[in-house]
């Protein structure tokens, strides 16, 4: 288990998630708050190989995740209900180092 500083945003978009987490069998876990307020470990899985080294550093990495997301609900405001989509890729910027 490997203590590391990380920046996480959504290619294409503001959303960006910064903070301490931990590198355990190159998969990234960060702490994360639902929509509800409830908090829960989130799971990056095999960080540690699709992210490369920074230039000249030792223990900065950086890369690009891409998730799938299966069955996903989604608010329609114009029919006031839930629709869910089968199938939906989010890609992920990841910058971390080793602390």
Do not use: H
């Not at 990056?44 to 699709?50: P, S, Y």
Request: proline share 2%.
């Amino acid at each position: 288990m490997q203590k590391v500083v990380y920046s996480i945003s959504k290619v294409n978009k503001d959303e960006k998630f910064k903070g301490v987490g931990y590198l355990i069998e190159g998969n990234l876990l960060i702490p994360a708050t639902s929509s509800k307020g409830n908090p829960y470990i989130r799971v990056f899985e095999d960080i540690a190989k699709k992210c490369r080294k920074v230039g000249d550093t030792e223990n900065e990495f950086k890369g690009y995740i891409t998730i799938a997301y299966e069955n996903v609900n989604i608010y329609n405001k114009e029919k006031n209900c839930y629709d869910t989509l089968d199938y939906v890729e989010t890609t992920y910027f990841i910058w971390y180092k080793l602390v």
